[in-house]
């Protein structure tokens, strides 16, 4: 039987200069931080730990506290080669891992992305890790309202898990037009 672990989730709305912002915020709050593309990179033996979310262009990253984990442990314990024999895969959760999925723009909105993790059960400085991560998140971020797409009608409270970064909130935010979207009738704005 395996171990319990805690799920940890946020979905955020960012654009690409929002993005910008998370990484530099990611880099001033927890400089032990590593970026890792989750694009297959068949010209490279392992995956490349980057010192900046810029550098990663896939839609999935993987954030790596290195110190938790160190590199060399990181291709040791949790890469592997790729069974097509071309390229690598490698873990998106474990100790000291969190991801981001990141957000899509779509006919002129953006679909959110995640930030998420998995805690394995009893793994302090994991969670202590993803804690700040989250606090990041959030405090870059503002809260969301769903909008009813029928009567245009807005929730008095924002969404627990949703927010949106300033660059999405101030193009794709608006009560008029939300184009914050989390699926074809899932509207957001960050008015109220």
């Not at 979905?11 to 989750?38: H, I, K, N």
């Not at 160190?70 to 873990?91: C, K, L, M, Q, T």
């Not at 989250?134 to 309202?145: I, K, L, Q, Y």
Request: charged content about 20%; aromatic content about 8%; glycine content about 8%.
């Amino acid at each position: 039987m395996s171990t319990p672990s805690t799920l940890h989730r946020l979905c955020v709305f960012m654009t690409p200069a929002d993005e910008e912002q998370f990484g530099e915020a990611v880099r001033t709050s927890l400089p032990s931080v590593r970026f890792v593309d989750a694009t297959q990179q068949p010209e490279t033996p392992t995956p490349t730990f980057r010192s900046s979310l810029s550098e990663c262009a896939g839609p999935h990253v993987t954030l790596v506290d290195t110190s938790i984990i160190s590199e060399n442990a990181f291709h040791r314990d949790y890469v592997v080669r790729h069974p097509s024999g071309r390229g690598w895969v490698y873990a998106i959760v474990g100790a000291g891992l969190a991801s981001l999925v990141r957000s899509r723009s779509e006919d002129d909105g953006v679909r959110n992305g995640e930030v998420r993790a998995s805690v394995p059960a009893g793994d302090g400085p994991t969670a202590e890790y993803i804690r700040e991560l989250m606090s990041v998140v959030r405090t870059g971020g503002r809260g969301v309202f769903a909008v009813d797409p029928r009567t245009k009608s807005i929730a008095r409270r924002a969404e627990r898990n949703f927010v949106a970064w300033p660059d999405a909130a101030s193009r794709f935010g608006s009560t008029d037009a939300p184009l914050l979207t989390n699926g074809p009738t899932a509207w957001f704005t960050v008015d109220r």
